[in-house]
């Protein structure tokens, strides 16, 4: 049987082999999805085994994802933009290639709430490997704005520089942010120590679409925040979850599941439908 595993450490947490198994059972592909937690120095050697065994594919999650970019044989374009692999697929002549489809399963996303992209305002908060992942993606639907704030605003600086050649994108210091958005992302790891960017609340208006691309069994700090502002509005993280992984099994399988009623799945299995 074909096998398929996530790399990550801590990994135990993760939902990809719930999704996977998911996935191939409703597309009747005959795979094994599991999972692989190596020390950090030695995630090297335990990819290689795992492709010399006979491994067909493989995710990659923190913290391996940068690691990872410098491991593969070959990248795609927008792994290549991305700066970090979190898919890596052996192809039939051997090669090992490294995808990244965080940036196509967050548009994805999007779209499947019904946002429409071309002409949006959007804002994006955080200047780190997710918001990476997710510029050239966002720029290839031709939102009308697209303005990134982060902590450090040098960081936003660069990463604005460094995608420009794809689109309008500018960076902003939060202070300075003005103006109304339509859509506004929350790339940033505050959650993960109960923080919130420092955003101020007249940003936030009844008709814009707030998305985290964090997630968990109850709002995010980020989205709390926003209902509180009066936003309708509001996404988390595990539709992407989702989605980037529907876009790794077609990279895989060459057919593309459906994502809704595994994502139901999902959150009832996270106690959250
Ligand atoms: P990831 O790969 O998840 O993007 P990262 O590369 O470490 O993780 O980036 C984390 C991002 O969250 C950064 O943009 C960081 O801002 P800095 O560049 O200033 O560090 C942002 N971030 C983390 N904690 C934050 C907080 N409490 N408030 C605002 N931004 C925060």
Redesign the pocket.
């Known amino acids: 049987m074909d096998r398929y595993l996530v790399f990550g450490h801590p990994v135990r947490h993760s939902k990809s082999p719930f999704i996977h198994t998911l996935f191939a059972r409703q597309t009747q592909q005959e795979l094994e999805y599991g999972l692989a937690e190596p020390a950090v120095d030695e995630f090297a050697d335990s990819l290689r085994s795992f492709f010399a065994e006979g491994g067909k594919g493989c995710n990659v999650t ?1 913290p391996f994802k940068e690691q990872t970019f410098a491991l593969v044989d070959r990248l795609s374009p927008r792994a290549k933009r991305a700066g970090a692999v979190n898919t890596i697929k052996l192809t039939d002549d051997g090669v090992l290639l490294g995808d990244n489809t965080d940036g196509a399963g967050l548009v994805a996303d999007l779209k499947a709430h019904g946002v429409i992209l071309t002409g949006c305002r959007i804002l994006l ?7 990476r992942g997710a510029l050239a993606p966002l720029l290839a639907e031709l939102p009308s704005e697209l303005v990134i704030a ?3 605003h040098a ?1 936003a600086e660069q990463l604005a520089a460094e995608f420009h050649d794809l689109g309008g994108v500018m960076a902003q210091r939060y202070e300075l942010l003005e103006g109304v958005f339509d859509l506004i992302i929350n ?4 959650s993960l ?1 109960g ?4 955003l101020a609340p007249a940003l936030i208006h009844a008709d814009i679409a707030i998305y985290d691309m964090m997630y968990g069994t109850s709002d995010t700090p980020f989205i709390g925040w926003a209902r509180q502002q009066g936003a309708c509005q509001v996404m988390d993280g595990l539709g992407m979850l989702v989605e980037q992984a529907a876009e790794a099994f077609t990279v895989w399988r060459g057919i593309r599941p459906g994502t809704q009623q595994v994502l139901r799945e999902l959150k009832r299995n996270l106690g959250t439908l």
Do not use: D, F, I
């Open positions: 923190v908060l955080g200047a780190g490997g997710a918001a982060n902590r450090t960081k790339s940033t790891s505050a120590q923080e919130l960017p420092p």
